[in-house]
């Protein structure tokens, strides 16, 4: 299975932006659908948006809709969250995810589909 390490998470000011970075381990990082998800404490972990092995598919939860763009660099390994506008609700362990296979076009959505998982970094927004 792929290896995940996140990056960028950090403590910002309500408006402001953070950009998460995902590095995976392994040479076939383009076949892997990918995914951003965020544990709140006391919450579930929730989707935060997907992207397709070919990178032609997104998909975003309501919340983040127009202010968060996912995005992979397949010659490097990596897939990137970028966050814009963040709110205090924004805040939570953010964790990337990994699944390999699907269509060009697939997207997950639940965290059931993935099983490699990064160890999570932690985003903190003040108001």
């Known amino acids: 299975q792929v290896q995940l390490v996140e990056s960028g998470g950090g403590l910002v000011q309500a408006g402001g932006s953070l950009r998460l970075s995902c590095a995976a381990s392994?040479?076939?990082?383009?076949?892997?659908?990918m995914g951003w998800f965020r544990q709140a404490p006391g919450k579930e972990r929730d989707i935060v948006a997907a992207i397709s092995w070919s990178g032609s598919s997104t998909d975003y939860a309501e919340s983040v809709k127009g202010r968060f763009t996912i995005s992979r660099d397949n010659a490097k390994n990596t897939v990137y969250l970028q966050m814009n506008s963040l709110k205090p609700e924004d805040t939570a362990v953010y964790y990337c995810a990994a699944r390999k296979g699907g269509s060009s076009l697939s997207t997950y959505l639940t965290p059931y589909e993935y099983p490699s998982w990064g160890q999570g970094t932690q985003v903190t927004v003040s108001s």
């Open positions: 392994g040479r076939t990082f383009s076949s892997y659908a």
